[in-house]
């Protein structure tokens, strides 16, 4: 629930106006539940008081369905907790362009970005989402985290090393690796 307020306090700052929150799902088969691992959507629904739906992957074929109403000519803003390479939202905002006649989809809400930072980190995701017509809005990247939990010491001078070698940081080396003060 406190990430829920965090989000929908996140998204109200942001400015953004939209008829209908989007949350993005997985299901494994056509006859399968679908998996909603942080239920995030329906809350910020509630706390928002914005209408929902679900665009939903059907992982056995690649399809996607929509589970939920949505109406001709809505605004609409997509929630997904993490952009790893923004292909979700990017389907999603393809599926629903398709789907629904004048539909708005121009902006995303995520809690992390953790696009490898090899390929432009948080700035090369908000291009590649621009390239499709998408605002991203994160409230944080993976750098960015790094260095925070650096700084509040939840990480080791040693657990930073390791951490600045992951594929997605690596070429970042965060701030509290350049800056001895932090130490």
Same mark, same amino acid.
């Given at each position: 629930?406190?990430?829920?307020?965090?989000?929908?306090?996140?998204?109200?700052?942001?400015?953004?106006?939209?008829?209908?929150?989007?949350?993005?799902?997985?299901?494994?088969?056509?006859?399968?539940?679908?998996?909603?691992?942080?239920?995030?959507?329906?809350?910020?629904?509630?706390?928002?008081?914005?209408?929902?739906?679900?665009?939903?992957?059907?992982?056995?074929?690649?399809?996607?369905?929509?589970?939920?109403?949505?109406?001709?000519?809505?605004?609409?803003?997509?929630?997904?907790?993490?952009?790893?390479?923004?292909?979700?939202?990017?389907?999603?905002?393809?599926?629903?362009?398709?789907?629904?006649?004048?539909?708005?989809?121009?902006?995303?809400?995520?809690?992390?970005?953790?696009?490898?930072?090899?390929?432009?980190?948080?700035?090369?995701?908000?291009?590649?989402?621009?390239?499709?017509?998408?605002?991203?809005?994160?409230?944080?990247?993976?750098?960015?985290?790094?260095?925070?939990?650096?700084? &509040? &010491?939840?990480?080791?001078?040693?657990?930073?090393?390791?951490?600045?070698?992951?594929?997605?940081?690596?070429?970042?080396?965060?701030?509290?690796?350049?800056?001895?003060?932090?130490?």
């Amino acid at each position: 629930m406190e990430l829920s307020k965090l989000m929908a306090n996140f998204i109200k700052a942001s400015g953004v106006t939209f008829d209908r929150l989007i949350g993005i799902g997985s299901r494994p088969d056509w006859g399968k539940p679908t998996i909603e691992k942080y239920w995030i959507v329906p809350l910020l629904s509630g706390i928002l008081k914005k209408p929902y739906a679900m665009v939903i992957e059907i992982t056995s074929t690649g399809e996607l369905t929509c589970e939920g109403e949505i109406k001709d000519g809505e605004t609409v803003a997509i929630i997904d907790d993490v952009l790893t390479t923004g292909k979700s939202i990017i389907n999603a905002a393809k599926y629903l362009r398709e789907k629904y006649k004048n539909i708005k989809v121009s902006h995303a809400f995520t809690f992390l970005t953790r696009f490898p930072y090899k390929m432009g980190g948080l700035e090369g995701a908000k291009r590649k989402l621009l390239d499709y017509g998408i605002e991203l809005h994160t409230i944080i990247d993976n750098v960015g985290l790094v260095n925070m939990l650096y700084k &509040r &010491r939840y990480l080791t001078s040693g657990q930073l090393q390791r951490v600045s070698k992951d594929e997605d940081l690596q070429g970042s080396l965060p701030v509290a690796l350049k800056n001895p003060s932090w130490r």
